[in-house]
């Protein structure tokens, strides 16, 4: 009698044990068919026909697929892929999840593909992810922005330094001018930039050699558009007079720069000076709203990413810097570059 009730009183929880233990298994089945999937999508995301005819497989990967200046790169870097024997792929786009570039790149290192073009940063998972890869004998470029720590190949992008002494001097050129007094300078750059602070301390370089300058310098959270734009607000909010020239050290900070000055009606009390990379600056310059713009040649630099794989691929050797041309964009030349750039030529 008492074994039957122990056996009634037991046989429940043995009930809810084998449950729990049969949803434990259909759950890890299904995430390790979940990163499987995704892992093959990655793989298969080219059609079958693609794979035949191409005997490179590259991946581009960033922080920001869906802006305008990767969709340029990775288009010129795919045309150029295509007629040699290579394709490229924008990585994520036919997942249905969205992944962080980190995700992205293990799954590309897990696909094995034949090499690897990403946006670098200063941070260590990136870095050792770059490391894996190179264990795992793919290649790896980065482009726009370097990780220096890693053991990349090559890194494609601008002289921040050269671009720095273009800013400083055209800031002279203005003094030079005598249309307005410059005596006033504020020059706005990318909180945890890199590549910018380089930009910066050759400015400062050039601005040194002329003591008749104040600046002011002022770091902006450019997280993103929006946090940029309140950053700037709050700049302009706080001050008695504008400067009489802001240089922006990066496109995202043109734009909310120039979008500011009009907001508040100021955009005739300062010379803005910045960085060129999407149709809204190009627009801004035509405008006469940004004085010029430095900008970067997207083509060339699409072009230079996947010739670095394919030297490092056929000789084993690739440069370790390899830099793009970038061009001053003002009122005098900003049609022709629109048109070019629309009819998809240099």
């Excluded at 990655?42 to 697929?65: F, M, P, R, W």
């Excluded at 600056?281 to 006469?288: D, E, H, L, N, T």
Aim: net charge negative; proline share 1%; glycine share 6%.
């Amino acid at each position: 009698m008492d074994g039957e009730k122990k056996r009634k009183w037991f046989d429940p929880f043995i009930g809810i044990i084998i449950v729990i233990s049969i949803v434990a298994v259909v759950v890890t089945v299904i995430n390790f068919t979940e990163v499987r999937n995704s892992i093959d999508m990655y793989c298969d995301s080219k059609t079958a026909e693609q794979h035949d005819v191409y005997s490179h497989h590259y991946v581009i990967l960033t922080d920001g697929n869906e802006n305008e200046l990767w969709k340029d790169i990775y288009n010129y870097a795919n045309e150029y892929a295509n007629v040699n024997d290579a394709y490229v792929e924008k990585a994520g786009d036919n997942l249905i999840e969205e992944y962080s570039k980190a995700e992205l790149m293990d799954m590309a290192i897990l696909a094995d593909v034949d090499g690897i073009i990403v946006e670098g940063d200063d941070s260590g998972e990136l870095s050792m992810l770059i490391d894996r890869a190179r264990d795992n004998d793919i290649p790896v470029v980065t482009v726009m922005t370097d990780s220096p720590e890693s053991m990349r190949n090559s890194y494609v992008g601008i002289s921040g330094y050269d671009i720095g002494l273009e800013f400083g001097e055209r800031v002279v050129n203005l003094a030079d001018e005598g249309g307005k007094e410059i005596h006033e300078i504020m020059i706005l750059l990318s909180k945890g930039e890199n590549s910018q602070n380089t930009m910066y301390l050759s400015l400062m370089e050039r601005l040194s050699r002329d003591c008749n300058f104040d600046v002011d310098v002022r770091i902006i959270d450019s997280t993103t558009s929006f946090s940029a734009d309140e950053a700037i607000r709050d700049v302009l909010i706080n001050m008695n007079n504008v400067p009489d020239v802001m240089v922006c050290l990066s496109d995202g900070i043109t734009k909310s720069a120039y979008q500011s000055l009009i907001e508040y009606n100021k955009v005739k009390g300062t010379y803005l000076l910045g960085v060129a990379l999407s149709d809204e600056v190009f627009s801004a310059v035509r405008k006469g709203l940004v004085k010029c713009a430095i900008s970067v040649d997207k083509k060339q630099m699409g072009i230079n990413c996947v010739d670095a794989l394919l030297e490092y691929e056929n000789t084993g050797y690739v440069s370790e810097y390899i830099m793009v041309d970038t061009t001053l964009v003002n009122i005098e030349n900003v049609g022709g570059l629109i048109y070019d750039k629309n009819k998809g030529s240099d």
